[in-house]
């Protein structure tokens, strides 16, 4: 079973350390777009209590970049989607944040719409809470399969 909290349980807490890491993440790479993303930037999103961080860098400093953020304490995750414009990082450290390191103006600019939408809409904040309850009683992977398949409807909403 996977632990879901309310947003009351973990939203203040993420924003806080969204600001850390921001501030962390300008000093090394100040031209840099940083966004928070992920259900703790969704207004009265239920989420499992975690941060994700939004970097989009241009196509010439993708790699200097990913450099700079494993200097920050960041590694590369593994079994996970890679491409030339999207690399996803966890923290070495406890604090539960992930980044998505992106290209600029990339299809990963995805993440960002999907936010964006679901905090224009209740209703749709409201069916991805009731997809995330109901599949936190199974394992992660079909959790992750059923909140992608969520994302992409959003998505299509959108286009």
Known sequence: MIQLFHP???QARCEHLFELY???IQMKLPDV???????????HA??????DIYVAVSQN????????LKQLGFHE??????????CMLDCDLNDDVAI???????????????????NNSKELV??????????????????????????????????
């Open 100 to 118: 998505q390191l992106v290209v600029r103006d990339s299809e990963w600019q995805c993440f960002l719409k999907f936010r964006d939408c679901l």
């Open 77 to 86: 995750k593994l079994h996970t989607h890679r491409a030339h414009d999207l």
């Open 8 to 10: 009351d349980q973990y």
């Open 126 to 159: 409201e069916e991805y809470n009731q997809i995330k309850l109901k599949y936190s009683q199974t394992d992660m992977e079909q959790y992750r399969k059923q909140k992608a398949l969520f994302i992409q409807y959003v998505l299509n909403l959108t286009y």
């Open 61 to 68: 400093d993708f790699e200097f970049a990913l450099g700079q």
């Open 22 to 24: 921001k501030h962390q």
């Open 46 to 51: 239920i989420s499992k209590g975690d941060l």
């Open 33 to 43: 777009q940083i966004e928070h993303i992920g259900a703790s930037a969704i207004n």
